[in-house]
């Protein structure tokens, strides 16, 4: 059974960081590419940052670039998302979502439970 | 950015009734690269139609989608009691991708 397991959700303050990890399995990781979306309390999909089968290619939404970094690590069948200067805007929750193909242009086919992220001073 | 803008807002409708969803984008979106997804409450979305016109697997055949260039829509026919839900369209084209604001189809 294809399975992604998000963790490192949390109480997070303006200004400080948070990592989130997403462990795969049932499939082979590596020929997939991976993304982070997000989705506030009542608010619709909010499509964070994708990076490709072998980490060549890697986009992030206007709002979080220079601020999250993604990257994943292929041995470990996991992809993380390292967010820093967080931001109130920021509070949501944050699916770890898998690619149809190798290259980082393409839907999702795959979908996480998600981990919140709440953002408060 | 490319802007997905998706309407109506909100659409009342019954079982049985047919709706189509309009997503529209800021710029031309390349070669098709649009998807269209389902999201009901408490639930992880799941994808309907990619490449703006192919049925995901396990997709029932009353759902539709056609488009090109700047202008998307989704069509469910003969709706029914749980296709009641929110639908978002998604562009994968160009970086970075982005999602349209939704359209929630309810029931009236």
């Known amino acids: 059974e294809v399975q992604l397991v998000e963790s490192g959700g949390g109480l997070g303050q303006p200004g400080r960081s948070l990592r989130l990890s997403c462990v795969a399995s049932?499939?082979?990781?590596?020929?997939?590419?991976m993304y982070w979306v997000r989705q506030a309390p009542g608010k619709g999909l909010d499509w964070v940052a994708g990076?490709?089968?072998?980490?060549?290619?890697?986009g992030y939404a206007d709002s979080v670039r220079g601020r999250f970094t993604i990257s994943r690590d292929n041995a470990k069948n996991s992809v993380y998302l390292q967010m820093n200067n967080l931001r109130v805007e920021d509070t949501a929750l944050y699916y770890c979502?898998?690619?149809?193909?190798?290259?980082?242009?393409?839907?999702?086919?795959?979908w996480g439970k998600g981990t919140t992220v709440t953002v408060s001073s | 950015e490319i802007v997905l803008t998706q309407s109506p807002g909100t659409v009342s409708l019954s079982p049985g009734e047919t709706v189509t969803l309009s997503c529209r984008a800021s710029?031309?979106?390349?070669?098709?690269?649009l998807a269209w997804y389902q999201q009901k409450p408490g639930q992880t979305p799941r994808v309907l139609i990619y490449?703006?016109?192919r049925r995901a697997t396990g997709i029932p055949d009353r759902f539709s989608g056609s488009g090109s260039g700047t202008d998307f829509t989704l069509s469910i026919s003969r709706l029914e009691p749980e296709d009641f839900a929110v639908y978002y369209c998604?562009?994968?084209?160009?970086?970075?991708?982005?999602f349209g604001g939704g359209t929630k189809v309810e029931i009236k």
């Open positions: 979502a898998k690619g149809l193909r190798h290259y980082y242009y393409y839907h999702v086919d795959v």
């Open positions: 490449d703006a016109s």
């Open positions: 710029q031309s979106v390349r070669d098709t690269y």
């Open positions: 990076i490709s089968w072998d980490s060549d290619d890697i």
């Open positions: 998604q562009q994968y084209g160009t970086s970075p991708l982005t």
């Open positions: 049932g499939f082979r990781f590596d020929d997939f590419a």
